[in-house]
């Protein structure tokens, strides 16, 4: 079983739409939490990160941890067309490297 | 914005071939990382550095080296290229007194012919 699991999609949404992300995990060590936001042919760039389980709000994002049931999620309200990217889940304990998900191919048609 | 900078973007080199990725930050972090991504595949980690002197495998490092001589500098050397190691190769860094995240760099496209 690999340590982080993340449908990579893709999908494809209209315009406005509300998008759900999500990634699972076995490692119960995991505190942290990040996702990243990948164009074609760039480096991943940080969109926000959470420590342990809860929700952050960051303008049209919402990260969510639910530790219990070892599940993350990234929803995009108001989805537009510049947010179509790859979307990759990412976690540690703090000390050790990141661990990542394959990642979610998003497109957003306008 | 994350000052990381990985040369060059775009490699073709041929079987054989020596090579060397190079992986610059300006941020002053102490751990740096290399990554490789497949399309629609995890990033793999390769190797990775807590500080000068000191450079760890990873998942996948078994014919790639790495040194770390300098904080900023942390290049990537294939001793003898192949076919198989063709990918996108990430360079990152991270700070200890800052937060647990990554900063990553544009990437090296790596095409072994």
């Known amino acids: 079983q690999k340590e982080v699991e993340q449908d990579p999609g893709p999908l494809s949404v209209p315009e406005g739409a509300i998008v759900s992300l999500n990634c699972t995990y076995s490692n119960s060590a995991f505190q942290y939490f990040m996702w990243y936001r990948q164009y074609s042919r760039k480096g991943p760039e940080l969109l926000m990160y959470t420590y342990s389980s809860g929700n952050k709000e960051d303008g049209r994002f919402t990260a969510q941890v639910d530790k219990s049931s070892k599940y993350i999620s990234l929803f995009i309200r108001d989805s537009q067309p510049s947010d179509s990217a790859t979307y990759l889940c990412a976690m540690n304990s703090g000390n050790t490297p990141l661990v990542f998900g394959k990642g979610t191919r998003l497109s957003v048609i306008a | 914005e994350a000052d990381i900078y990985q040369t060059p973007r775009y490699l073709v080199i041929g079987t054989g071939k020596k090579i060397t990725l190079e992986c610059s930050q300006t941020?002053?972090?102490?751990?740096m990382y290399w990554y490789q991504q497949d399309p629609g595949m995890e990033l793999h980690l390769i190797h990775y550095?807590?500080?000068?002197?000191?450079?760890e495998k990873g998942d996948l490092s078994s014919e790639s080296t790495v040194s770390r001589i300098r904080t900023e500098h942390f290049p990537l050397t294939l001793e003898s290229a192949r076919p198989s190691h063709t990918s996108q190769y990430l360079c990152a860094s991270s700070d200890d007194s800052g937060g647990p995240e990554a900063f990553f760099g544009q990437g090296t496209r790596l095409t072994v012919v």
């Open positions: 550095s807590y500080g000068v002197n000191s450079t």
């Open positions: 941020m002053g972090h102490d751990k």
